[in-house]
């Protein structure tokens, strides 16, 4: 007699291409510096509810990993317990527990070049100059969908190999930067994924073994193909997550790995140092990306803390050239050692300490600290700056009433400089070069502009105040009435909400197309986003609500006139506020600024934008982002990042 017997094996036999190959659990913590909590609040759960019980889980079990993802975290740390030094420094040695290599988390777009760079400079240059025979090579920013196209070369020079993001189609990439310069990166995905969703190690080794089993499945044709050896990371990490230790479902797993008569994966934690060094090897061929991904999220941050981030913009062009004078008055003094290393830092870290965190639980006070954190650095790198600027000055041999104006770039500048007076006395001042010939000088307020021409590279001229009555006429060449402007660049003539025709002399064309909206018009939408992560794509306005300030009757002023500008005004009450536009057209520059101040109520869901519409069958658009100037439809990474999110997928 023959029993025919069909039977279902315990975990599945047939595991493709990570038959032999290790899984890792990466076990980190994802922090903001306060979002889930106020920053104090926030502080010490990191410290006493992550760190310290992951300390202690290391020394329970020496095959325990876990990992933090910013050098700010470790500081705190060793802020709070001085004493347990040597202790990170021996779980730093032997891997077990380590931290990110970058300062925070911040939006890397956001930063000025400069400011970037400081990410790497006080984070892994901290470690290595802080925990002696410590080092990280791997820098995290995984909350975040954007990516700034310098920042693997920034990362690179800097000696990072890695970068660990998320919120993009899973998978391991070389993001080169334009100079060939690359750095890895991996990506889950989203980083709170195998947590939240699928949930490996929640029951027991079984359960673990045929949930893994489908991503073994889904990814040993992309290893094979890229030549990736078989790791397999799974990322536990979410939001000020605390440690777990899956110790038991690892034993139970690897013990039934070492029964088996079939070849299965290994499991372990690690940390994503670890596994990155498992899979960058020398034949890997992995996925390449070039170009900058836009940051999704830029409600959170520039539009809607527009004082804050003015703050850290004036920081990162304050703080370089502080640097620079500072570095040159003390070598002209020979008076190096000297040099205050300690306050630049304390300034360097002010500008760059606000995460991509903004707003959260305790929003407001969140968004407060930062603030003060970005303007504490504006004014404080404005005082060493005055302070260096005013020894230099005094090595100069200059008579009295001297003006000295450098200049911090690397190249010739032309333009125009002020200086803050008594307003009863600044129309009563005239400048003068060295020469003594008088410069086209213009008193408003307090302050008198003047025209500056060559300055040299990292070097200065010499003016002087002296008595004297202005020359308040307009260059012969300018024609000008109460809406309607000409110097030899441009005619242009005012209209409703802004200028109604720009036309360029040297081009022979209108630049504006005004059917629609002004040059300069202020338009005012519904918004319906929420602000705090666009999550997939950027919230539109909502459609049919927009009302533009050209709608209403404009009335134009000449509020300023002068040999070096002019200055049209005009105020207009809106629903929501008063909102006050200023044009400012140089008579000698090709250059116009124009500047828009609103008196705001508070409503929410509405949003603001100043249009340009420009008259361009064939427009390119470029825009600034640190360390480099792009090209919109050009020098961003092609195709959709993807990775997916409860809204979908990234845009």
């Given at each position: 007699m023959v029993v025919h017997q069909q039977y279902t094996p315990l975990i599945p036999s047939d595991w493709g291409y990570f038959k032999n190959g290790t899984i890792h659990i990466i076990s980190s913590s994802h922090q903001d510096i306060a979002w889930v909590n106020s920053a104090e609040i926030c502080r010490h759960g990191r410290i006493h509810q992550i760190i310290e019980p992951a300390m202690k889980m290391i020394d329970d079990d020496p095959d325990y990993a876990f990992g933090m993802e910013q050098t700010l975290n470790l500081m705190e740390y060793l802020e709070e317990y001085p004493e347990k030094k040597k202790k990170v420094m021996e779980n730093y040695h032997n891997g077990r527990f380590v931290w990110g290599t970058t300062f925070n988390q911040p939006y890397e777009g956001l930063e000025?070049?400069?400011?970037?760079?400081?990410?790497?400079?006080?984070?892994?240059?901290?470690?290595?100059?802080?925990?002696?025979?410590?080092?990280?090579?791997?820098?995290?920013?995984?909350?975040?969908?954007?990516?700034?196209?310098?920042?693997?070369?920034?990362?690179?020079?800097?000696?990072?190999?890695n970068l660990f993001v998320s919120r993009m189609r899973e998978g391991l990439y070389d993001w080169y930067s334009s100079d060939g310069l690359k750095i890895l990166i991996y990506t889950p995905s989203n980083y709170g994924w195998d947590i939240l969703y699928w949930q490996f190690f929640n029951k027991d080794a079984i359960t673990a073994f045929h949930k893994l089993h489908h991503r073994a499945v889904l990814w040993s044709d992309y290893y094979k193909r890229h030549n990736i050896p078989p790791h397999y990371a799974v990322v536990i990490s979410y939001d000020a997550e605390k440690p777990v230790n899956y110790k038991k479902v690892i034993d139970d797993w690897n013990r039934i790995v070492s029964m088996a008569e079939v070849p299965l994966p290994h499991l372990q934690h690690s940390t994503a140092e670890s596994f990155l060094n498992m899979v960058n090897v020398s034949d890997a061929d992995f996925e390449k990306v070039v170009g900058e991904r836009p940051n999704l999220w830029l409600y959170i941050h520039g539009p809607a803390h527009y004082q804050a981030i003015k703050a850290k913009r004036e920081s990162g062009v304050i703080l370089p050239a502080a640097e620079t004078f500072t570095t040159i008055d003390k070598l002209l003094e020979d008076s190096l050692r000297n040099y205050p290393t300690e306050q630049f830092d304390s300034v360097w870290?002010?500008?760059?300490?606000?995460?991509?965190?903004?707003?959260?639980?305790?929003?407001?006070?969140?968004?407060?600290?930062?603030?003060?954190?970005?303007?504490?650095?504006?004014?404080?790198?404005?005082?060493?700056?005055?302070?260096?600027?005013?020894?230099?000055?005094?090595?100069?041999?200059?008579?009295?009433?001297?003006?000295?104006?450098?200049?911090?770039?690397?190249?010739?500048?032309?333009?125009?400089?002020?200086?803050?007076?008594?307003?009863?006395?600044?129309?009563?001042?005239?400048?003068?070069?060295?020469?003594?010939?008088?410069?086209?000088?213009?008193?408003?307020?307090?302050?008198?502009?003047?025209?500056?021409?060559?300055?040299?590279s990292i070097g200065y001229q010499t003016y002087y105040l002296s008595r004297g009555k202005q020359h308040r006429a307009?260059?012969?060449?300018?024609?000008?009435?109460?809406?309607?402007?000409?110097?030899?660049?441009?005619?242009?003539?005012?209209?409703?909400?802004?200028?109604?025709?720009?036309?360029?002399?040297?081009?022979?064309?209108?630049?504006?197309?005004?059917?629609?909206?002004?040059?300069?018009?202020?338009?005012?939408?519904?918004?319906?986003?929420?602000?705090?992560?666009?999550?997939?794509?950027?919230?539109?306005?909502?459609?049919?609500?927009?009302?533009?300030?050209?709608?209403?009757?404009t009335v134009w002023n000449v509020t300023e006139i002068g040999p070096l500008f002019m200055v049209f005004r005009n105020e207009q009450s809106v629903k929501e506020g008063l909102v006050i536009q200023e044009i400012r057209i140089f008579h000698n520059d090709k250059k116009i600024d124009f500047d828009v101040e609103i008196d705001y109520d508070g409503t929410h869901n509405r949003q603001l934008r100043i249009a340009f519409p420009l008259n361009m069958e064939q427009a390119t658009i470029n825009y600034e982002v640190p360390m480099a100037i792009l090209q919109v439809g050009k020098d961003e990474m092609r195709g959709a990042p993807g990775g997916w999110s409860w809204w979908g997928t990234y845009t």
């Open positions: 000025s070049g400069e400011q970037l760079i400081r990410q790497a400079y006080y984070g892994r240059k901290w470690i290595k100059e802080n925990l002696l025979g410590c080092d990280d090579v791997t820098a995290y920013n995984v909350d975040i969908p954007g990516r700034s196209i310098q920042a693997p070369q920034i990362f690179a020079k800097s000696g990072i190999k870290i002010s500008s760059i300490y606000p995460d991509h965190g903004w707003g959260g639980n305790f929003g407001e006070e969140t968004d407060s600290i930062f603030r003060n954190k970005l303007e504490q650095a504006r004014d404080m790198g404005t005082t060493i700056l005055n302070k260096t600027l005013a020894s230099l000055a005094c090595k100069i041999d200059a008579k009295q009433n001297a003006i000295v104006v450098f200049n911090d770039l690397p190249w010739k500048r032309s333009g125009i400089a002020s200086i803050v007076i008594d307003s009863a006395e600044a129309r009563q001042c005239i400048i003068k070069d060295s020469k003594g010939r008088i410069v086209p000088s213009q008193a408003q307020k307090d302050k008198i502009y003047f025209e500056i021409r060559d300055i040299p307009l260059p012969e060449n300018i024609r000008q009435s109460a809406n309607y402007y000409e110097n030899e660049f441009y005619r242009i003539s005012f209209g409703n909400g802004g200028i109604q025709s720009l036309i360029d002399k040297q081009l022979h064309k209108e630049i504006l197309n005004t059917i629609r909206y002004k040059g300069g018009d202020v338009l005012n939408l519904e918004y319906k986003g929420n602000g705090a992560g666009e999550f997939t794509q950027i919230t539109g306005f909502t459609p049919g609500d927009l009302k533009a300030l050209s709608s209403n009757q």
